[in-house]
């Protein structure tokens, strides 16, 4: 998943955190001040200015007006919040990380929560369409409005002629609406580039519609059955069915990506694995998708531990200081390999997917999916799909595909 980022500075400090942004009870507004005086702790602790805690403080214990559980990510510099993003699930634990750049956790949890919609409300007289962030709090509003120029939309009851010729007429306007709005909802897909069209309402036209529609927009829309374009609909039922649509999306879509990776890792073709192979590829420019486990958010883990160094432009990314001068750095700084991942994949326009630590089993956590591999691509004879018993690929669990590549 590919997320549309500020462009940050890599030159300038820059603090990434995650946490818990539920407010639930009287006590609520206590919690998140505790909650931000374990963040700022752990940010001093790393040597956040005191200008940082600033920016980031009134940000964190503001009120999102999002309701339920959720989490929220923020990034900031001395100049300001530079990404504010909501999360449909908390995270397990709260984060702070300082860097010379954004921490590539932060990427993914951003990447995998994303999932933008078009919401099309139908009846027989036309369509509302809006759009739908999970990254955003914001409620949904009507951004087009179709009206369908045939207004011939009532079918007499009775029988006869009269009835027939009604009837058809009835029919021929519904089917001419619907065409003009699956026009509309064409435009509408390309120029907001959703990932999902969501089509609720009248059941006529909603079948009418699917028909109308081209064989992009049809691939992508899923019937909702809780909703309508009329007054009297069950908000919390509509709006816990869109969850789960999004949810179920969001799984296929890991399942995807784990997919092409198997693919191209059994037969050594364009992926990689481990923390130095993805860094020296998302260098060279050819990494279409980074995939981290799970197990990467944890406070212990390879990316989290694992030192890289870094120079004031992104490329100059590597895991040596030698290696780093060797890039034209002439005094690199040392960082954790998350902040030398985060800022290649945010300067390289690279993907990110996360996934289930049972269905990636890579060194470090970490893989990537390539845009082109050839002979000078790192760890193309150093990995291989492993034949040993309990790493064999090809077994298949709720969130994805087990990889097998072994070192």
Do not use: C
Request: glycine share 8%; proline share 2%.
């Amino acid at each position: 998943m590919r997320l549309q980022l500020p462009e940050l500075p890599t030159d300038t400090a820059v603090v990434t955190v995650v946490f818990d942004a539920t407010r639930t009870g009287p006590k609520a507004q206590e919690e998140m001040d505790a909650r931000w005086r374990s963040l700022s702790s752990q940010l001093s602790e790393q040597g956040a200015s005191a200008e940082l805690l600033e920016v980031l403080a009134e940000r964190v214990r503001e009120n999102t007006g999002a309701s339920g559980t959720h989490g929220r990510i923020l990034v900031a510099t001395a100049e300001g919040v530079q990404i504010d993003r909501l999360l449909s699930e908390p995270p397990a634990t709260d984060s702070a990380v300082l860097g010379r750049g954004v921490d590539v956790l932060s990427l993914a949890w951003q990447a995998d929560d994303t999932v933008r919609a078009v919401l099309v409300e139908v009846d027989r007289s036309g369509a509302d369409l809006s759009t739908l962030d999970t990254s955003t709090a914001a409620d949904r509003s009507a951004e087009r409005t179709v009206t369908g120029d045939q207004d011939e939309l009532t079918k007499n009851r009775e029988g006869g002629l009269a009835h027939r010729r009604i009837h058809s007429r009835a029919e021929d306007s519904f089917e001419r609406n619907a065409t003009q709005i699956a026009e509309e909802i064409e435009r509408y897909v390309r120029s907001e580039q959703p990932e999902l069209v969501l089509l609720t309402g009248e059941l006529r036209m909603v079948a009418l519609l699917r028909e109308a529609a081209t064989e992009q927009v049809a691939e992508m829309t899923h019937v909702l059955e809780s909703g309508s374009r009329a007054d009297g609909v069950h908000q919390g039922a509509f709006t816990e069915e869109i969850a789960g649509v999004f949810h179920q999306y969001r799984m296929r879509r890991r399942e995807q990506v784990l997919e092409r990776f198997k693919e191209q890792a059994g037969r050594d073709g364009a992926a990689v694995a481990g923390v130095d192979d993805v860094l020296d590829a998302l260098r060279r420019g050819q990494v279409e998708e980074v995939l981290l486990a799970e197990t990467v958010l944890h406070a212990d883990s390879a990316l989290r531990t694992t030192t890289a160094w870094i120079g004031p432009e992104a490329v100059q990314a590597g895991m040596s200081q030698e290696e780093v001068r060797g890039l034209g750095a002439d005094q690199p700084q040392q960082v954790s390999a998350s902040v030398a991942l985060g800022r290649l994949v945010a300067a390289t326009d690279a993907g990110i997917t996360l996934v289930d630590e049972a269905a990636l089993d890579v060194p470090d956590d970490v893989a990537a999916l390539l845009r082109w591999d050839d002979d000078s691509t790192p760890g193309q004879s150093t990995y291989t799909m492993s034949r040993d018993a309990g790493t064999t690929s090809g077994s298949r669990d709720g969130a994805g595909v087990h990889s097998g590549l072994t070192r």
